[in-house]
Each structure stands twice: as C-alpha cells, then as structure tokens.
C-alpha cells in the first residue's frame, strides 16, 4: 500500500535496524551513565552529609526543578521535532519562548523557596540559575535528535556527568549542593552554544512562529501536569508527612525512577524516526510496540526486585529499614509509569496533541483523588497502593485510546 501511494518505507531494512539500534544504545547509554552518577553518587553523597530530613528537602526542591525545566525545556524539545516533518521553523521561534519559560521558572522557585521559609538572596539566586540552566539543558539535546546524532548527543551526556562529579567537588569545598548540579547543566549548554546551530540567530522568527507557541503551550501545560503527577511523591510526603518520608519513599522506589527515567531516551530515539517516518498508523503497528512496551516492563521489574535490597543497603543502609517493606509496590507502580510514558510518545506522533491532554488530566484527577486520602488515613503505605492503582488505570486508559485511533485510521477516519 505505502508503494501505492509513492511512499518509500526503509524501516524494516536491515541498514535502518542497524542505525536505529547504535542510535538507541548510544542515548540510552548516555543517559543511563548520567543517572547513575546522580542516583548513585551525588544523591546518596548528599545523604551521607546532610541527614534524611535535609536531603528530604533537597528532593523536594529538585522535584520542583524537574516540573518546570522539564516540562518547559521538553515541550520545546519535542515541538521542535514533531514540526520538522510538518513545516519548517525557525531558532527564534523556541529561544524567544524559552525566555518567558525562564522567568516563570525562576518566579515559581522563588515562591518554593519562600514557602518553605529558607528564601534568602543567595539560596534565590542559585536556585533560580539551577532551574534556568536546567530547562536550557532540556531544550539543548534537540540538536542533536533533531540530526539523528546521536554519537554528539553521547558526548553531551557525558560532559553533563563530568560537570555533576566535579560538581561533588565543589561541595566538598563549598558546602553548597546547588553548585552540585549548575555546574553539569551550564557545561553541556554551553557546548550546545558554542558547538551547535539551534542558538545561532536566536531571535530569528518564521512566519509560523504564532503555531510553535501555541503547540508548544500545549505540550507544556500537559508536561506539566505530567511532571507533576510524577512528583506527587514528593510535593505530598513533604507537605502531610515531612522530609523523612520523601527519603524514606524515594529510597525505596529507587531503582523504579531510574528505569522510569530512562523514558526520556527511549522516547527521544523514538520521536526522532518517528517524526521522519511516513506509514501508517495500524493497529499491528501499535500492538506490537504495546507487546514490546510490556516485555519491557516486565524484566524492568524483576531486575528492579531482585537488586533493590542490595543496592539501597549499599547506598542508603540508614533508611533500608524503613524502605524495605515498599520495595515491590513503589517500583511497580514507577515502571507502570515508565510504561504508560513511552505509549504516550507513540500517541503523541501520530494522534491530535490533545490525547497527550486528555491522558494527562484524567490520570491526574484520578492520581490525586486517590493518593491525598490513602496518605493521610494509611500513610507512606497508602500513597504508595494510590500510586500503584493509578499508574495502572493510566496504562489501560492510553491501550485503548491507541488501539481505537489505530482502527479508526485504518478504516480512513480522523481524529
């Protein structure tokens, strides 16, 4: 049929299997390497120096980093790519609305920081220069997804894990854990800056520009409520239970965000072919990414129960008692929603960016409805059978959303 139609479809050739896989290991490799450093070394590094309550905190702090540089920096990331095909836009377009993205990052850090009653001119500054190049960050990588290079993209990560362990050093000295993490992020910017062309006439606009805005508004407010729901853990321990309960949770879903973060590359080395790829979206299609997301999944999981134990008696042997018996629930319900995350970027290529809405409000109306109650009448416990139940609705939700938008297209019908 794709002949028919006078679309050439290479990617069932061996050449294009080759080329995807190296791009694969390459940004999931890049990525992996850099969360270890930070999971593995700077985290429990942080721990070690500052306690549970004080660490508590500083993961509720970057849970704030990761709502909005993420949804922001990702937002423009992921327009940029899903316009290519579509029309051509120019830097201007995304560097004028990243500086608005910038300033209401650093007008919501400054309100974190305030409500938590540790504001000061130092702490706002820092804070608002971590959340500033961290969305920078996100944005950056699309130079090199956007070219399929994905061997430059590697050398990105890498300079962005040096940064973070230099960055231990400067701790060490300093006593600052700020400069941990700035030091990371402005390393990589700044190679994008200097070695790359998406800041090269930055405020170069095309005729288009008002479409980028509006698509990539979209796709910010749906990231947000996203990371949010991502986050829950940390904004609702912190705020009904305390520092020691975001510790004590994230300890033992550990392994289960690491795997849940490694979306991020998945998705990216999918939405990059994807946005080059020209056939259709059928229900075969989709079920065999659906089996193949589910495979996944699985061995996730029992590689997150077997090492887990071990890892956080090694890493974190002052919370493992308290972790222990969260273990299999936190992670379960960490790789449902890396699951459900990379079934989204399959809707989001090939369906209206309002599903990516839809999805994100519904789970996050269920999430919160369920999550609230369970904690304050069952504690850590509670949030941690709320969050398993909601990730699980949230993976059912999007089968059938790709499922009945496979038929449909199928049969000729549009959204």
Same mark, same amino acid.
């Given at each position: ?16 299997? $080759?080329?995807?896989?190296? &791009? ?95 504001? /000061? $001119? ?45 960055? @231990? ?48 508004? /979209? ?13 829950? &853990? ?23 965000? /690491? ?36 495979? @996944? ?28 018996? #969260? ?65 699980? #609705? ?22």
């Amino acid at each position: 049929m794709e002949r028919k139609n006078g679309i050439k479809n290479n990617y069932m050739k061996p050449k294009f299997k $080759l080329s995807f896989a190296k &791009d694969l290991s390459y940004n999931v490799l890049a990525v992996v390497i850099m969360n270890v450093v930070i999971q593995f070394a700077v985290y429990p590094y942080l721990n070690k120096m500052m306690g549970e309550e004080a660490f508590g905190t500083v993961l509720y702090l970057m849970s704030i980093v990761a709502i909005v540089s993420n949804s922001f920096g990702m937002a423009l990331n992921n327009t940029r790519l899903v316009i290519k095909p579509k029309f051509e836009s120019k830097n201007g377009d995304y560097n004028t609305l990243m500086l608005l993205f910038c300033v209401i990052s650093s007008v919501v850090a400054l309100i974190i920081l305030y409500t938590l009653n540790i504001l /000061t $001119l130092f702490n706002g500054i820092l804070f608002c220069i971590l959340v500033i190049m961290t969305l920078m960050r996100y944005y950056s990588d699309v130079e090199y997804r956007i070219t399929l290079n994905f061997k430059r993209y590697f050398v990105y990560y890498m300079l962005l894990s040096a940064g973070y362990l230099g960055g @231990l050093l400067l701790y060490h000295f300093t006593g600052d854990w700020y400069s941990t993490l700035i030091l990371g992020e402005t390393i990589a910017v700044l190679f994008v800056i200097f070695r790359g062309e998406i800041y090269r006439k930055p405020f170069e606009c095309s005729e288009k520009r008002k479409t980028v805005w509006r698509m990539t508004m /979209t796709v910010a407010v749906s990231y947000l409520v996203s990371n949010i729901l991502m986050n829950l &853990d940390r904004i609702v321990l912190q705020n009904f239970m305390g520092g020691d309960a975001v510790t004590i949770f994230y300890t033992a879903s550990l392994l289960g965000k /690491t795997v849940a973060l490694l979306v991020g590359p998945l998705n990216g080395v999918m939405i990059a072919y994807l946005s080059n790829y020209r056939g259709e979206f059928t229900r075969s299609v989709f079920y065999k990414v659906l089996w193949g997301v589910i495979g @996944l999944t699985a061995v996730c999981y029992v590689g997150c129960i077997l090492v887990s134990p071990w890892l956080i008696q090694l890493l974190y042997p002052n919370v493992y008692e308290a972790a222990s018996g #969260l273990i299999n629930i936190a992670n379960l319900g960490q790789v449902l929603l890396f699951s459900s995350t990379m079934l989204t970027a399959v809707i989001l290529r090939f369906c209206h960016e309002k599903y990516q809405f839809i999805i994100v409000v519904v789970y996050g109306i269920i999430y919160i409805a369920l999550a609230i109650p369970a904690t304050l009448w069952y504690g850590i416990y509670g949030f941690a059978y709320a969050t398993l139940i909601a990730n699980m #609705l949230r993976f059912l939700f999007i089968v059938i959303i790709g499922t009945r938008h496979s038929i449909n297209r199928r049969k000729g019908g549009a959204d």
